[in-house]
């Protein structure tokens, strides 16, 4: 038995939820992957699938060797990628955690440009405003806006998101143009919250004009804690948005929005890629997040 070849039998199984699906991808035959991962519990002398007629799960020890198989795998896959050999073909599973705006405007409609330059990398994308145990969950890295408050991971800024205020043409018919932000605190003037993950509460936002510093929070008759359903309620009419200028870009394009306060400033978010704080950075994540660099550049550029 090789060892290697039954380990990646064994993932594949476990990812792809059957003996079938996996051999399609390891180009083998559906018996050879049986006997491998056959041969492997035999060698460690364990059960590490449950079988039925439809599906495959983990037993509990399996799902103990899995992570580790996986890491292993992983590491095995940066070893060889960083030889100078291959180093112009970084590929292995990548995982990775971003904000769900960020994933449907720019990450994904981009992607296909990424997978042209690295046809072997393979991104696991979990597309969320949650906050991400990246150690715990074995994520390799997640992209983020706002300051970062886990110091213990390492960070790279890759834009400065610019800020504006924004409203649907049918609020503003029925409500009325607000002239200052603070009409938002003591008038029939509501706001869309957004409860930000690493507080549980929604935040107020700092706005400048002159010698004039405000910090406005508005009352909401909604809050939600993901930002796709952030911008589709504000789209509906349900109250006032501050937006990143790239969320808002399609919708001013076709009228959905409108802009409010355009003579008030506000302090540009910050948005980061954070991974573990390992010693070595594999090569298939920095050539990512260089990407995403080169991406963000283009969009919202750090000052």
């Not at 969320?247 to 954070?274: R, S, V």
């Amino acid at each position: 038995m090789d060892r290697f070849d039954a380990m990646l039998a064994f993932a594949r199984v476990v990812e792809a939820g059957s003996f079938t699906k996996a051999a399609d991808t390891l180009h083998m035959s559906k018996t050879t992957v049986t006997q491998l991962v056959q041969q492997l519990e035999a060698r460690l002398r364990v059960k590490l699938l449950n079988r039925t007629t439809r599906k495959v799960n983990l037993t509990a020890d399996g799902a103990v060797y899995y992570e580790r198989v996986v890491r292993l795998l992983s590491d095995l896959d940066d070893a060889e990628t960083g030889l100078s050999s291959a180093a112009a073909l970084p590929r292995g599973r990548l995982r990775v955690d971003v904000p769900s705006p960020l994933a449907r405007t720019l990450l994904i409609p981009a992607l296909p440009q990424f997978h042209a330059r690295y046809p072997d990398i393979q991104i696991d994308m979990g597309v969320s405003d949650r906050m991400v145990d990246v150690i715990g969950e074995k994520v390799d890295c997640v992209v983020r806006g706002g300051e970062l408050l886990d110091q213990s991971l390492m960070a790279r800024k890759v834009a400065d998101l610019q800020l504006g205020v924004y409203a649907a043409p049918a609020y503003l018919q029925r409500l009325g143009r607000p002239a200052h932000p603070r009409e938002l605190e003591d008038s029939a003037h509501r706001v869309v919250g957004f409860v930000w993950a690493r507080t549980g509460k929604t935040l107020p936002y700092s706005m400048r004009k002159g010698d004039e510093h405000i910090h406005m929070q508005g009352r909401y008759v909604l809050a939600v804690d993901d930002g796709n359903a952030y911008l589709t309620a504000g789209i509906a009419g349900l109250g006032i948005l501050w937006l990143p200028a790239y969320m808002a870009k399609e919708a001013l394009a076709n009228g959905q929005l409108l802009p409010l306060f355009e003579d008030w400033q506000m302090e540009p978010m910050p948005l980061y890629i954070a991974y573990p704080p390992n010693r070595h950075v594999s090569l298939k994540l920095r050539v990512f997040i260089d990407w995403v660099v080169e991406l963000m550049a283009q969009h919202a550029p750090v000052s």
